[in-house]
């Protein structure tokens, strides 16, 4: 499998909520995670991540994606995916009561490989601006 269609079908899996069940499968051992974002500050794994997307559906259920660029640089062994997150705080889970508030957020994964699996991902995401938007801060 090419690091395009592993970054694809990871890109796939992790951000509409299946887990790291789910995951685990495209990526290395103990990979990390990291991104700049107070909301994501304590999550180090590539693990807690996956499944941090997948609690994140219970309080915003319809929650999806839509994906707006995708790059593959195979000299440095990375892909570049940039997309859009879409929901409404319509369940329960949240910070606060179901606000009905709609959020729409930009971010992008840069997805870093090893031996044809993703051993680590960074996170570009503005997380105060999509918790102001759905009335989470």
Not at 6 to 19: H, P, S
Not at 33 to 53: G, K, T, V
Not at 55 to 60: A, Q, S, V
């Amino acid at each position: 499998m090419t690091i395009e269609r592993t970054a694809r079908d990871f890109f796939e899996a992790c951000e509409t909520g299946l887990g790291w069940a789910a995951c685990k499968s495209y990526c290395s051992d103990n990979a990390g995670f990291a991104c700049q974002a107070d909301a994501l500050a304590e999550i180090s794994s590539l693990e807690a991540y996956a499944d941090w997307m997948k609690g994140l559906l219970g309080p915003i259920p319809n929650g999806h994606y839509e994906l707006t660029a995708f790059a593959v640089d195979e000299g440095r062994g990375r892909v570049v995916a940039t997309a859009q997150f879409h929901g409404t705080q319509t369940g329960d889970g949240g910070p606060v009561p179901p606000t009905g508030k709609v959020v729409v957020s930009d971010y992008a994964h840069v997805m870093t490989f090893a031996d044809g699996k993703i051993r680590h991902v960074t996170k570009i995401w503005n997380d105060a601006q999509a918790l102001r938007q759905i009335g989470w801060a």
